[in-house]
């Protein structure tokens, strides 16, 4: 064998190991797969990332979530129940302990049920972020522990929320309601304040630029850095890992600001979707071209055909 063919043998070896094992290696180690709870709320996902101590209270929450989630829920008897939740969760509300309360008009539809009750019984323990809430300090959303005691009346409450905040949801208001408070989306041109307004005059244009710095530093405080922006966070990272992240965020980022955001099957298709749109901006105009370039293909060959019979003719 001549001297160049076994360095390209040697070198080719080398790719073959280093792309079939070292990366492949490397990259699980980095990124653990992770499976997922297939979006059921059953505490199951969270005694895993919990320290030992902690573990037998996870299971009696968790087991009285699933005891309260049997009630029979009375939707007509919920509805006084949520004006509770509206006191804190309406269009305009201020930022509270960190961030906004976002406004529940599809709760029904982006949530959880078992979540929802959690929720309810317990922000911190529902959202997995309970190691967060030690000592004096609450969770902005705490007091609603004191105000629903009663597991009839939270069961009445996600009846309600269930069967008349459930309407169709679009990808967008998905991801404004569940994540807008946190993250900002440059594609989506939207903030922590939601959709930015255009503005006549630049001195109106700066001072909504204040009040989202201000907002952002709440948040800053609240959650010890500012949430990324989400724009392109679609094309960065895998659909899987989304979808687990959102599910259980101390499952991938240990020991994470983030809470769970308690997204139901339809929920999590929406954000995503919403996602996978502002990361891919021109996903559809690239779609709307493919029939027409496939059209040409096709006028094209029969073109191509018609030229090929016409020149044969001649020379037959
Ligand atoms: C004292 C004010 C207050 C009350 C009362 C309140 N909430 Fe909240 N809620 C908040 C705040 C603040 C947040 C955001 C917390 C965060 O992001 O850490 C929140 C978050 C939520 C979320 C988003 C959860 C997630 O996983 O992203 C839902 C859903 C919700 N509340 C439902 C309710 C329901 C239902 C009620 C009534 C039973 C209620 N809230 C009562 C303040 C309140
Ligand atoms: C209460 C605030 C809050 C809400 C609501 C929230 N997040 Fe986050 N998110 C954070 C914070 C804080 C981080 C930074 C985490 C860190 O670095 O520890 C983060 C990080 C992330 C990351 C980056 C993970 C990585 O490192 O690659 C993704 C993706 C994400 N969030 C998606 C979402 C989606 C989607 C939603 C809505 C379904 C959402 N978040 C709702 C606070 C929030």
Same mark, same amino acid.
């Given at each position: 064998m001549? *001297?160049?063919? %076994?360095? =390209?043998?040697?070198?080719?070896?080398f790719?073959? +190991? $280093?792309?079939w094992? !070292?990366?492949p290696?490397?990259?699980?180690?980095?990124?653990?797969h992770?499976d997922?709870?297939?979006?059921?709320y059953?505490?199951k996902?969270?005694?895993?990332?919990?320290?030992?101590d902690?573990? *037998?209270?996870? %299971?009696? =929450?968790?087991?009285?979530?699933?005891t309260?989630a +049997? $009630?029979?829920?009375? !939707?007509?008897?919920?509805?006084a129940?949520?004006a509770t939740?509206?006191?804190?969760?309406?269009?305009?509300?201020?930022?509270?302990g960190?961030?906004t309360p976002?406004?529940?008009?599809?709760?029904?539809?982006?949530?959880?049920k078992?979540?929802?009750?959690?929720?309810?019984k317990d922000?911190?323990m529902?959202?997995?972020?309970d190691?967060?809430?030690t000592?004096?300090?609450?969770?902005?959303?705490?007091?609603?522990?004191a105000?629903?005691?009663?597991?009839?009346q939270?069961?009445?409450v996600?009846?309600?929320?269930?069967?008349?905040?459930?309407?169709e949801?679009?990808p967008?208001?998905?991801?404004?309601?569940?994540?807008?408070?946190?993250?900002?989306?440059?594609?989506?041109?939207s903030?922590?304040?939601?959709?930015?307004?255009?503005?006549?005059?630049?001195?109106?244009?700066?001072?909504?630029?204040?009040k989202?710095?201000?907002?952002?530093?709440?948040?800053?405080a609240?959650?010890?850095?500012i949430?990324?922006?989400?724009?392109i966070?679609y094309?960065?990272?895998s659909?899987?890992?989304?979808?687990?992240?959102?599910e259980n965020?101390?499952?991938?980022?240990?020991?994470?600001?983030?809470?769970?955001?308690?997204?139901s099957e339809?929920?999590?298709?929406k954000v995503?979707a919403?996602?996978?749109?502002?990361?891919?901006p021109?996903k559809?105009?690239?779609?709307?071209?493919?029939?027409?370039?496939?059209l040409?293909?096709?006028i094209?060959?029969?073109?191509?055909?018609?030229?090929?019979?016409s020149?044969?003719?001649d020379l037959?």
């Open positions: 001549n *001297k160049e063919l %076994k360095i =390209f043998a040697v070198v080719a070896a790719t073959i +190991a $280093l792309y094992g !070292v990366e290696f490397a990259h699980s180690q980095m990124h653990a992770v997922g709870n297939g979006l059921v059953d505490g996902a969270d005694i895993a990332y919990t320290s030992k902690k573990v *037998k209270a996870k %299971k009696a =929450f968790w087991a009285d979530v699933k309260i +049997a $009630l029979k829920g009375d !939707v007509t008897a919920g509805e129940g949520f939740c509206t006191g804190c969760h309406m269009d305009g509300a201020a930022n509270m960190g961030v976002p406004i529940l008009d599809h709760a029904g539809a982006l949530y959880d078992n979540y929802l009750i959690a929720l309810i922000p911190a529902a959202m997995n972020t190691h967060k809430f000592g004096t300090r609450t969770h902005p959303m705490g007091s609603i522990k105000m629903m005691t009663d597991n009839q939270i069961a009445d996600v009846a309600y929320i269930k069967a008349k905040k459930a309407g949801v679009t967008k208001e998905a991801y404004v309601e569940s994540c807008g408070r946190c993250h900002a989306n440059r594609y989506g041109n903030t922590q304040l939601g959709e930015t307004p255009k503005f006549k005059y630049k001195k109106d244009e700066l001072a909504y630029q204040i989202v710095l201000e907002e952002q530093d709440l948040i800053k609240y959650m010890g850095k949430p990324p922006d989400l724009s966070i094309r960065a990272r659909h899987h890992f989304l979808e687990t992240f959102i965020p101390q499952s991938q980022l240990h020991g994470t600001a983030m809470p769970r955001v308690g997204l339809n929920g999590m298709h995503m919403y996602l996978e749109e502002t990361g891919d021109s559809p105009a690239r779609d709307a071209l493919g029939p027409w370039v496939l040409f293909f096709v094209f060959t029969i073109l191509a055909y018609l030229w090929k019979n020149l044969w003719r037959h």
